[in-house]
Antibody, heavy 116, light 107 residues
């Protein structure tokens, strides 16, 4: 079964940092682009970042550029999202995603709450 | 950035009836469009990609159509589990963007 499991979410103060991890199983991570997508409370979906198979090409949405870093460890089947200088607008559920251009599957999500 | 606009925001339909959801792109995206279903408290689930290809395990009552800037998701006969939220998403350009969602509710 193809599965993605996020960890590392939690409560952090404004200006703080958090690192999300995503463990992939049931498929070969190194063969796929991967992404992070977030959903603020009661809101829609926002594609945050994507990374190509070998990790050498990354893209970010403007709102997180310079603050978030996506990375991967293909040997350990792990995807990461380092989030720095967090603000209230970053409060959301963060989903790890296998990026086929469309997303399939999605992880169950990690809650990130930024308090002021 | 390509803006995706879904309509209506809320669609009221009776069980067993047909529902048609619309998604419009601010510029042509060919057929580079996906649809997702999201149940409360759960992650989204892929329904359709390439505008009209059903994902594995998706019931045949779900169908997608359109190209360019206008797309539709049709649910031919609504079942109780279908009364949830649906999102479209373009993957023609970065950043990939989603519509704001259509909630299908029981009439």
């Amino acid at each position: 079964e193809v599965q993605l499991v996020e960890s590392g979410g939690g409560l952090v103060q404004s200006g703080g940092s958090l690192r999300l991890s995503c463990a992939a199983s049931g498929f070969t991570l190194r063969s796929h682009k991967m992404s992070w997508v977030r959903q603020a409370p009661g809101k829609g979906l926002e594609w945050v970042a994507r990374i190509k198979e070998d990790g050498n090409e990354k893209h970010y949405v403007d709102s997180v550029e310079g603050r978030f870093t996506i990375s991967r460890d293909n040997g350990k089947n792990l995807l990461f999202l380092q989030m720095n200088n967090l603000g209230a607008e970053d409060t959301a559920v963060y989903y790890c995603a296998r990026d086929l251009n469309w997303i399939d599957p999605w992880g169950q999500g990690a809650q990130v709450t930024v308090s002021s | 950035e390509i803006v995706m606009t879904q309509s209506p925001g809320t669609l009221s339909v009776s069980p067993g009836e047909r529902a048609t959801l619309s998604c419009r792109a601010s510029q042509s995206i060919s057929r580079n469009l996906a649809w997702y279903q999201q149940r409360p408290g759960q992650a989204p689930r892929l329904l359709i990609y390439a505008a009209s290809t059903r994902a594995t395990g998706v019931p045949a009552r779900f169908s997608g159509g359109g190209s360019g800037t206008e797309f539709t998701l049709t649910i031919s006969s609504l079942q109780s589990e279908d009364f949830v939220v649906y999102y479209c998403q373009q993957y023609d350009n970065w950043p990939k963007t989603f519509g704001q969602g259509t909630k299908v509710e029981i009439k």
